[in-house]
């Protein structure tokens, strides 16, 4: 669940099926690049996720400042 909320999720559901922990939340597509990896580190190989389109939220402000940041300094960089 850490690995879910430090990628700025938010967990919807939670339940449990004997050995099994199934969890459903809602993390941005952009936060969850590398979790693969991340997953099967913390379980030993075990673990497994799906991932299905749900909404478009815009950016926060703070990240779309560092958005347009980014890309004004790259620009910069060609020119």
């Given at each position: 669940?850490?690995?879910?909320m430090k990628?700025?999720?938010?967990?919807?559901?939670?339940?449990?099926?004997?050995?099994?922990?199934?969890?459903?939340?809602?993390?941005?597509?952009?936060?969850?690049?590398?979790?693969?990896?991340?997953?099967?580190?913390?379980?030993?190989?075990?673990?497994?996720?799906?991932?299905?389109?749900?909404?478009?939220?815009?950016?926060s402000p703070?990240?779309?400042?560092?958005?347009?940041?980014?890309?004004?300094?790259?620009?910069?960089?060609?020119?």
């Open positions: 669940m850490a690995g879910i990628r700025k999720g938010s967990i919807t559901k939670t339940e449990t099926k004997s050995d099994l922990f199934c969890m459903r939340a809602d993390v941005p597509l952009r936060e969850m690049f590398g979790y693969a990896m991340e997953l099967r580190s913390l379980t030993s190989g075990e673990g497994d996720f799906s991932m299905e389109y749900k909404t478009h939220t815009p950016m703070q990240d779309a400042k560092v958005a347009i940041e980014k890309y004004k300094k790259k620009r910069k960089e060609k020119d």
